[in-house]
């Protein structure tokens, strides 16, 4: 499956951007979906996950209750609305699939399997 990442941008903070990873290649429905960032100078870090369906979600602490991760199969199509933003947000963030079933959700970016080219978001203070 290949993935790209849109929507990052300048924002200020308190702002909001919605960052969108359109899948193509294979049946979307298929994988269960996760958004990591990696700030300059630091490891890649899980930010957001979702089961193939949907309807499980999980979320860092750093993110909870800020941002909201969301897919529509139909569309082929994972989103991470983020709200609220920080300056410690400001990172590379890269959406990624992972195949195979029995696991409804991967917060590890070894059980991914593909990755999207990252959107940069950053936030000014």
């Known amino acids: 499956v290949q993935l790209q990442a849109s929507g990052g941008g300048l924002v200020q903070a308190g702002g909001s951007l919605r960052l969108s990873c359109a899948a193509s290649g294979r049946t979307f429905s298929d994988y269960r979906m996760g958004w990591f960032s990696q700030a300059p100078g630091k490891e890649r870090e899980f930010v957001a996950a979702?089961?193939?369906?949907?309807?499980?979600?999980y979320y860092a602490d750093s993110v909870k209750g800020r941002f909201t991760i969301s897919r529509d199969n139909a569309k082929n199509t994972v989103y991470l609305q983020m709200n609220s933003l920080k300056p410690e947000d400001t990172a590379v963030y890269y959406c990624?699939?992972?195949?195979?079933?029995?696991?409804?959700?991967?917060?590890?970016?070894?059980?991914?399997?593909?990755w999207g080219q990252g959107t940069q978001v950053t936030v000014s203070s």
């Open positions: 990624a699939a992972a195949k195979g079933l029995g696991v409804v959700i991967s917060t590890r970016g070894h059980q991914y399997d593909y």
């Open positions: 979702i089961s193939r369906g949907g309807g499980t979600t």
